[in-house]
């Protein structure tokens, strides 16, 4: 899948806390490895996740092997937007 980095950074910061924390529980990562595939580059303490970036506009455009963090993000963020909706 390909998503902006500018986008990909906009749900990372638009998580609510702790999310970070529990993705990487639910996955069996390290928290590193998660912010890692955000765009951070935490990598002496964190995995490569298969995020592989272009520069370009909007921040370049980023190529994700597998969508299953990003998938949990939007997932986190919908039930975050419903509950506060509530």
């Known amino acids: 899948?390909?998503?902006?980095?500018?986008e990909l950074r906009r749900i990372k910061d638009n998580l609510p806390a702790g999310?970070?924390?529990t993705i990487a529980e639910?996955?069996?990562?390290?928290?590193?490895?998660?912010r890692n595939y955000f765009g951070g580059s935490h990598y002496p303490t964190g995995e490569s996740v298969g995020v592989?970036?272009?520069?370009g506009p909007d921040g370049g455009l980023v190529a994700?092997?597998?969508t299953t963090i990003l998938d949990m993000a939007r997932?986190?963020?919908e039930q975050?937007?419903?509950n506060a909706v509530n």
Do not use: P, Y
């Open 1 to 6: 899948m390909n998503i902006t980095f500018n």
């Open 19 to 21: 999310s970070i924390k």
């Open 26 to 34: 639910r996955l069996h990562l390290s928290e590193d490895t998660v």
């Open 52 to 55: 592989h970036v272009e520069q």
């Open 64 to 66: 994700l092997d597998d």
């Open 75 to 77: 997932s986190i963020l």
């Open 80 to 82: 975050h937007e419903k």
